[in-house]
């Protein structure tokens, strides 16, 4: 469910972000996002959120930023979140999860209180929503308040959820996907900023910090593009229309056309083939910041543990995929080809560090298998991303690090045409299609 028609949402920006964009008229507003230790927020969408397999999964790592509500301010971390549609604060920290230190994460986020801001709305409507599937999903039931939201500019009025319960939920989110039945209709995020005046167009730029760099920061930038963040030209997706895609919702589906592994020792264009379960015409996958993972159909899952020696680790009470920990250090890679691009996830930002989850010593690799594709933040570390919510595309290029240059996005269709980044990979990397090492 989703706030009620005529109820305008909240925005959540960082307080500690550089905001280009605070007066109106179309600059970017650019914000940094922080790497924080996830706990035991699951790992999101198709695997049942809050289940055994997630909580563990998901201590990779989530990414978020911080907003201020009220007054005076009040400050919150919230995960960015292309999987979900809504935005809400105050999970309860007591029932976060079962991984160690999970309730200690989730305190440290930072909560809203309505009784300590001058300027709270009553409750305008409560809702319940599921946040998975199955045995072990998760949920959160939200009362939506209206008050102040600080992003270099005061929001007034801004509607977001406070939960009043939550199972197996650490921290609060920022929804920047559509909603599933209502698609990108909705009064959102990024809707009222446009809306107010301060961007051109409902579109946003995403690129996440590496998964080694645990001080690292990504950028999240509303109504811009950074050019200093990508290599080459964008490739333009179209977002599958709900009766296209494999599960008829709106998501952030688009095609993926080609998959392959790459594990050392290679060659040249030297790679190993994967089972041919791409339909033709390509398979609907969803892009997913809020996913520490890879979810793939599971025949093809299943021939990566084969490639990469995975075996099944049942010592958590769940099965994980334990994998040797120097593939963490090695030049392997999985690429993900759209049209004439292709994305490759090195295997550092696949494969996690057991001692997250009191398993020293050992690694295990953050990939799933499932029959709905999911490509979540080991994809986004690999790629940049630009999601379009008027002209319904998502454009994305191979991430890089070559300094900052942010430029404002117009509106309509070609406003992205002919943008092309301002790194170079090596000549190596490029006829491999290998990732860019990138410097944060």
Not at 9 to 25: D, F, P, R
Not at 206 to 220: A, Q, R, Y
Not at 252 to 266: K, T
Request: with cysteine; aromatic share 8%.
């Amino acid at each position: 469910m989703s706030p009620p028609s005529g109820l305008t949402s909240l925005l959540v920006v960082g307080l500690t972000s550089c905001v280009l964009g605070a007066e109106k008229g179309g600059a970017p507003i650019s914000l940094p996002v922080r790497t924080v230790g996830r706990g035991a927020d699951a790992v999101r969408g198709l695997e049942p959120r809050g289940s055994a397999v997630a909580n563990v999964l998901s201590s990779a790592d989530y990414y978020a930023i911080e907003v201020a509500i009220g007054a005076p301010g009040q400050v919150v971390a919230l995960e960015v979140d292309t999987g979900s549609w809504d935005l809400w604060v105050n999970p309860d920290c007591s029932n976060a999860g079962p991984i160690p230190g999970s309730s200690d994460r989730c305190k440290a986020a930072g909560q809203y209180w309505p009784s300590d801001t001058s300027t709270p709305e009553d409750p305008a409507t409560a809702t319940y929503q599921t946040t998975g599937f199955g045995q072990f999903a998760g949920d959160v039931n939200l009362s939506y308040y209206t008050d102040f939201v600080d992003i270099g500019v005061r929001l007034t009025n801004q509607i977001f959820g406070v939960a009043t319960a939550s199972h197996n939920e650490s921290v609060g989110k920022m929804g920047l996907g559509p909603h599933p039945v209502y698609g990108f209709n909705e009064t959102l995020v990024l809707s009222q900023i446009a809306n107010l005046g301060y961007l051109n167009s409902r579109a946003f730029s995403l690129t996440l910090p590496s998964l080694d760099k645990p001080d690292g920061t990504g950028t999240l930038i509303f109504g811009g593009i950074d050019k200093g963040k990508f290599t080459g030209g964008l490739e333009k997706l179209d977002i599958i229309p709900p009766e296209a895609a494999p599960v008829k919702k709106y998501a952030n589906w688009v095609r993926l056309d080609s998959l392959q592994l790459y594990i050392p020792p290679f060659s040249f264009g030297t790679k190993y083939s994967l089972p041919q379960t791409l339909a033709t015409g390509g398979t609907g996958v969803i892009i997913d910041s809020g996913s520490s993972s890879v979810a793939l159909p599971p025949n093809i899952t299943q021939a990566i543990y084969t490639q990469l020696s995975a075996t099944p680790d049942t010592s958590l009470g769940i099965t994980l995929n334990k994998v040797d920990c120097g593939l963490r250090g090695s030049s392997g890679f999985l690429s993900f080809g759209f049209n004439d691009t292709v994305i490759s996830i090195e295997m550092r930002e696949l494969v996690m560090d057991g001692a997250s989850i009191g398993k020293n010593g050992s690694c295990y690799l953050l990939l799933y298998p499932n029959d709905i594709p999911l490509l979540g933040a080991p994809f986004l570390r690999a790629a940049y991303a630009i999601f379009d919510w008027d002209t319904q595309d998502i454009h994305i290029a191979r991430s890089a690090n070559c300094g900052t240059d942010v430029q404002a996005l117009e509106a309509g269709d070609e406003a992205m045409s002919g943008i092309v980044g301002n790194c170079f990979p090596s000549p190596k990397k490029a006829k491999l299609n290998a990732p860019v090492r990138r410097r944060w």
